[in-house]
C-alpha cells in the first residue's frame, strides 16, 4: 500500500544509454512532481504536472522528457545520458494546489559511468 | 537558486537536548514547509506554517515563521537518537507553484 512508489531505486548505466524511471501514485493526487537530488544534497523542481497536463518545466536539458499517461503516473525518460546526471531522482505528488502537503518517492538512484 | 538556506549545515547534538534549525528566504510565500529526509529515503514531510500564521506545534516539533524578516525556524525538543536525518525547509509561492527547497540541515542525534 506504498503511497508513491518509483522503479526502479537503482540505475546504473553508461554514458549516451536512454534510460526510464517510472513514479505511480494511490492517493488519487492530481498533481505530479519530478525532483533531482544532487551530491550536495540540493533538491530541485524539474517538472511539474496537473490531470496529465505540463504545468511547471524547469530548466531541464531536452534530453529529459517526462510523460504521464494519466494521472496517477508520471515517468521520467532521459535520453544520451551524461555524467552530470548522475544524482538521485525523487517523484512526488500532492493533491491542488497550496496548502497541501507533498509525498515523496523513496527515490531512483542513478549513476552514470 | 536556492530559495531557502538553512542554518546551520550540520548539527551534532545528545539525546535529550533541543535542536534548533534555522531557514531563511527570499520572496514572498503562501507558506512553508519542513520536511525530515532519512538516510538514502525519500522527503517525509513534518509540517506546514502559512503566511499568516507565527508558530504552529506538532508533538515535538514547533515552526516559527517570521515572514518581516524572511526566517522560520524547527524546534526538536527532547531530541531522540531516531531524529537523526536531514530536515529541509522549502517555501511554496502558491497556485501550482513549485516549492522550493533549501540546503538541509543534517542532524546527528547520539545516545
Known amino acids: 500500500d506504498t503511497a508513491v512508489s518509483q522503479t526502479p531505486k537503482y540505475l546504473v548505466t553508461q554514458m549516451g544509454n536512454d534510460k526510464s524511471i517510472k513514479c505511480e501514485q494511490n492517493?488519487?493526487?492530481?498533481?505530479m512532481y519530478w525532483y533531482k537530488q544532487d551530491s550536495k544534497k540540493f533538491l530541485k523542481i524539474m517538472f511539474s504536472y496537473n490531470n496529465k497536463e505540463l504545468i511547471i518545466n524547469e530548466t531541464v536539458p531536452n534530453r529529459f522528457s517526462p510523460k504521464s499517461p494519466d494521472k496517477a503516473h508520471l515517468n521520467l525518460h532521459i535520453n544520451s545520458l551524461e555524467l552530470g546526471d548522475s544524482a538521485v531522482y525523487f517523484c512526488a505528488s500532492r493533491q491542488g494546489r497550496a496548502y497541501n502537503e507533498q509525498f515523496f518517492g523513496p527515490g531512483t538512484r542513478l549513476t552514470v559511468l | 537558486s536556492q530559495q531557502g538556506e538553512e542554518d546551520p549545515q550540520a548539527l551534532s547534538i545528545q539525546e535529550g537536548e533541543n535542536a534548533t534549525m534555522n531557514c531563511s528566504y527570499k520572496?514572498?510565500?503562501?507558506?512553508l514547509q519542513w520536511y525530515r529526509q532519512n538516510s538514502g529515503r525519500g522527503l517525509v514531510h513534518l509540517i506546514l506554517?502559512?503566511?499568516?500564521?507565527r508558530e504552529k506545534h506538532s508533538g515535538r516539533l514547533r515552526v516559527t515563521l517570521d515572514t518581516s524578516k524572511k526566517s522560520s525556524s524547527l524546534l526538536i525538543t527532547a531530541s531522540r537518537a531516531a531524529d537523526t536525518a536531514s530536515y529541509f525547509c522549502?517555501?511554496?509561492?502558491?497556485?501550482?507553484?513549485?516549492?522550493?527547497f533549501g540546503a538541509g540541515t543534517r542532524l546527528a542525534v547520539h545516545p
Open positions: 522549502a517555501t511554496d509561492a502558491g497556485g501550482y507553484n513549485k516549492l522550493i
Open positions: 492517493l488519487g493526487h492530481d498533481t
Open positions: 520572496t514572498s510565500i503562501n507558506n
Open positions: 506554517i502559512r503566511s499568516n500564521e
